[in-house]
């Protein structure tokens, strides 16, 4: 069964940091670009960084300085270093990957950053 299962969310005050992994089962992940979006309550599903299978992350205006993604091919993770957060970064948060062509989701992670 092709999962994605995130962890690493929960409640941090501003300017304090988080890290999101993603584990996907099933190696094709490997060989595709991963990344992760966010949803804020009442809000549409944003993107908000994209890492590529040698590494390299792109990301959002919004986070660019202070996110950065990663991954280990070797164990089918990406991750997603938060830094500096900010409350508006409070959002539940979505890895998502690619098997077969086709785009897979977590079930999500919820970031809460407090005032």
């Known amino acids: 069964q092709v999962q994605l299962v995130e962890s690493g969310g929960g409640l941090v005050q501003a300017g304090g940091s988080l890290r999101l992994s993603c584990a996907a089962s099933?190696?094709?992940?490997?060989?595709?670009?991963m990344g992760w979006y966010r949803q804020a309550p009442g809000k549409e599903r944003d993107w908000v960084a994209t890492?590529?299978?040698?590494?390299?992350?792109r990301s959002a205006d919004s986070v660019k300085g202070r996110f950065t993604g990663s991954r280990d091919n070797a164990k089918n993770t990406v991750y997603l270093q938060m830094n500096r957060l900010k409350p508006e970064d409070t959002a539940v948060y979505y890895c998502?990957?690619?098997?077969?062509?086709?785009?897979?989701w977590g079930q999500g992670t919820q970031v809460t950053v407090s005032s």
């Open positions: 998502f990957g690619f098997l077969n062509g086709q785009r897979y």
């Open positions: 890492i590529t299978t040698t590494g390299r992350t």
């Open positions: 099933g190696s094709g992940f490997s060989r595709n670009d």
